[in-house]
């Protein structure tokens, strides 16, 4: 799963409106909005670090002159080394602080749900909003049946077709 800048204001919509409903967590009217923005905070400062660990491995890369299929195994190793979480533990950590922010939230008035349970709703919530990486990963994929992948070419082309998907799925 990945999270994409333009998701960030409706999850933390969606967490705080569910939680309240699920009588988990009391925010006030008036606190709401200061609520969601805390949410949003920990999410843009994740894809801040993404984004850092994305631009060092674009760069190592260009640097040491690897083909683009090589990139998610570099980035991994980039982001081991910022002890950055990515994928699904990235969703995790990100959940973790959302949950440790409403402890200490001078906009959160109550929190009653447990931990455990306000996990799986985030997690639910999560899968709901955050779009598969593999899923467009695969229609990229089948877009470029008549080509080899590795080639410059290649590379060049999926990663317009990548962009392109993304814009028409609204994550852009």
Known sequence: MRLYRSQIPGIAEDIIATLQLDGDIVVDNDDRTDAEQDIRAIMDEYLRQESRVVQETREFMEQHQITYDQFGRIKSQFADKRSHPTGDEGIRWIMGQVLENFMISRYVAEVFGEDRKMRKTLMRLFRKHLVEE????REVRGRLKNMRPGTDKW????RRLMD????KRGLV
């Open 155 to 158: 590379d060049i082309e999926y």
């Open 164 to 167: 392109e998907v993304r814009r």
């Open 134 to 137: 593999a899923d467009l990963d």
